[in-house]
């Protein structure tokens, strides 16, 4: 009962703050309020004293079958395992694959009928909502990681506040940010893939999914420049400049105070031998040295060696990693532990020992 009053007091405080998730998080509420109520009901039977096990059995049992629906929905098989179309199209692209997709896609599924005022004039009129097969086979979420392929957006509302900075900006040039972060899949109005010089690789209702040439996922960089607060970073990461190439598309940002090398260089690829959710295997080559950077997530549990050789790695551009390359051909091996693991585990095991203890001594007594 206390833990679902937790989980309740969460659900309220996650539905405040994203009320347009309120129809998915209201079922939730109910239900929980629901099984409270039962378990409350359950436990004064049993503190009591009362002879009632069949219906304390009931009442903890019956939460669960009147939550069914919501925590498990039944929809065609066919829908959420079959990949769609898109996903086969984007497999001709190298891992790892990321795409952008925009957050409201309008008019995605064919023309709608306009609504008219009693003036005469067209209403305006709420976007549709898509259906859960549409949203799928447009890797809306999380969806497309069944098929190997990474949101570049998270609205994860445990998400980084650095994510949502960085996408912030990087609003008057969002192609910046694709091509920094080596995002290589973007959904478009297919009436922008043309004039952009892109390759659509797909098409559904006026959106098409496309190839975008940005920078490798993996590379050396020959070039950097230093900003501890994520501010001063953003301005060196995406300069206001008309026209002309980006000065910085060669240039890394690193997270921690120190030197600084100017380049006009381009980014030089690593070769990718794996890249999975806790390990990243790359070879880099460099003529001079610079600092290998990977378009993967700054958080703590990270590790890196370059040769085998155990290296400390830094925050670069906010979002990604980066080690300290010497000249040459290397391998550099990312692994990720979840930090605190070990302790956790310690922690629990001590618990079960605790509660195994208080069993016996029950029994004794």
Known sequence: VGCTLIALVALGVLRSR?????SAIDPGLINGALGVACGAA????????MRALPLVLALLVLPSFGAQPAVAPIVDRAIVDVPPAWADAAARV??????????????LFGARAPVMTPTSKPAAEAPERESLEDAIATFAGTSAWRWGIAAARSDDPARLPDHDLTWRAAASGGGKLLDRFGISLVILPESLVIPKHLTSLGRRGRWALAEFPGAPAASVMRGWSRAVDPRDAFALMFPIIEGGPDPFRGITVLGEP??????KAPPLPCTIDDWSASSI???CTSDVAGYAVVSSSAMPGWSVTVDDAEARWLPADVLRRAVAFPAGTHRVHWTF??????LGLAIAGIGLALLIALGLASRRS
């Open 337 to 342: 532990s979840a930090p605190g693991l070990s």
């Open 281 to 283: 295997a790359l070879r």
């Open 94 to 107: 190298a891992s790892p694959r990321r795409v952008y997709r925009p957050e409201r896609m309008v008019e």
């Open 18 to 22: 994203h009320p347009d998730a309120a």
């Open 42 to 49: 359950a436990v004064v039977l049993v503190w009591r004293g």
């Open 258 to 263: 120190g030197d600084a090398r100017a380049s």
